[in-house]
Nanobody, 121 residues
Framework: VQFVESGGGLVQPGGSLRLSCVTS????????MTWYRQAPGKEREIVAT??????????VYRDSVKGRFIMSRDDAKNTVYLQMNALKPESTAVYYC?????????????WGQGTQVTVSS
């Protein structure tokens, strides 16, 4: 199992970034996917989760990003995206993606390298 995040960078407040996460090693279309982030000195937190394609197609966002972030998936490319608009300094963090695997599934212990997002003027 592998997750390769990209698309981060330095952006001014109010700007936009589009993150990508290419996955491999599992049947992507069968699993919900989650974007996480970890800010300096803080615990990792969930940003958004998208259901598997055969599910209801819903995306659940944490309150602080609702209306600004959009998560999507492309099963043909085994990739999830996070479009981040109207970025705020508090969005600064390393962003990770991961599959939503069953409890005790060892694939749940795998993390990618993440992609750094810095929002600063």
């Amino acid at each position: 199992v592998q997750f390769v995040e990209s698309g981060g960078g330095l952006v001014q407040p109010g700007g936009s970034l589009r993150l990508s996460c290419v996955t491999s090693g599992f049947t992507f279309s069968n699993y919900a996917m989650t974007w996480y982030r970890q800010a300096p000195g803080k615990e990792r937190e969930i940003v958004a989760t998208i259901s598997r394609t055969g599910g209801n197609g819903n995306v659940v966002y944490r309150d602080s990003v609702k209306g600004r972030f959009i998560m999507s998936r492309d099963d043909a490319k085994n990739t999830v995206y996070l479009q981040m608009n109207a970025l705020k300094p508090e969005s600064t963090a390393v962003y990770y993606c991961r599959g939503v695997f069953p409890q005790h599934d060892l694939r749940g212990n795998v993390w990618g390298q993440g992609t750094q997002v810095t929002v600063s003027s």
